[in-house]
């Protein structure tokens, strides 16, 4: 990456102008599932019931969600975000459903289950209308730290290596820490439409390849899982 340009396998791409024509010149969709139906227990034990994606970040109007919806869309055109919230939450549910993408309202036990409803909605719905749908990345809601260049280096590394590795996964990494968001090709979804419980795609990326992509992107690792989390994070700018 330089001077606001990726470039993957000698494709040159212009992110800050023309950042969806490689996807749109190989006719392949890659989407993301904003992840928002977490229960935000350890938050909301120590604020008094207040749910994590609800509360401002410091020194802006936004909240977690908002913000970290924003920055996804510096990468992704909105019809290409999906916003995975939990029926039991409603006030969450009526905040993504502002926000002007497409939402997936799902009843879960944990992430894995959560992650197995979207991705049916995906491939079994119409939810993404006539996409030609070939890979998934998986965000939590609460990571609104990523860089808009990791977001597209990624989305791009992923697109670029379909054809060789078919069946495979992706994430980034940062001084040797495993981030998010991880990404998944056509291959592997109906894998993760049978996960249950609360383990995530842990068992998905077990058993299958698994390319690492290293950044330097902090942000890739921090997300907000109390208020002493949300104290010590600085002003935030998309």
């Excluded at 020194?59 to 975000?81: F, M, N, Q, W």
Aim: hydrophobic share 40%; glycine share 8%.
């Amino acid at each position: 990456y330089r001077g606001g340009k990726l470039s993957i396998q000698g494709v040159l791409i212009d992110h800050r102008f023309h950042h969806y024509y490689f996807f749109q010149r190989i006719n392949v969709t890659i989407a993301i599932l904003i992840m928002a139906a977490g229960e935000s227990s350890r938050f909301k034990a120590a604020s008094s019931g207040h749910h994590k994606l609800l509360s401002n970040l410091p020194g802006s109007s936004l909240t977690i969600l908002e913000a970290t919806y924003r920055k996804v869309l510096t990468a992704y055109p909105p019809d290409e975000i999906l916003l995975v919230t939990n029926k039991s939450d409603i006030g969450v549910a009526k905040l993504a459903a502002e926000l002007g993408s497409p939402t997936i309202s799902i009843e879960t036990d944990g992430l894995g289950t959560s992650i197995a409803s979207a991705v049916k909605a995906c491939t079994e719905g119409n939810i993404l209308k006539s996409k030609k749908l070939q890979g998934l990345f998986i965000l939590p809601a609460d990571m609104p730290f990523i860089a808009s260049e990791t977001l597209m280096l990624l989305k791009t590394t992923l697109t670029a290596m379909l054809k060789e590795s078919p069946a495979m996964a992706i994430r980034p990494i940062f001084e040797d820490q495993a981030g998010h968001p991880v990404g998944f090709s056509l291959p592997l979804f109906n894998d993760l439409s049978t996960l249950l419980g609360d383990d995530g795609a842990k068992s998905v990326l077990k058993n299958h390849p698994l390319k690492l992509v290293s950044t330097v992107d902090r942000g890739t690792l921090w997300d907000i899982d109390t208020p002493e989390d949300l104290a010590k994070i600085p002003s935030f700018t998309i």
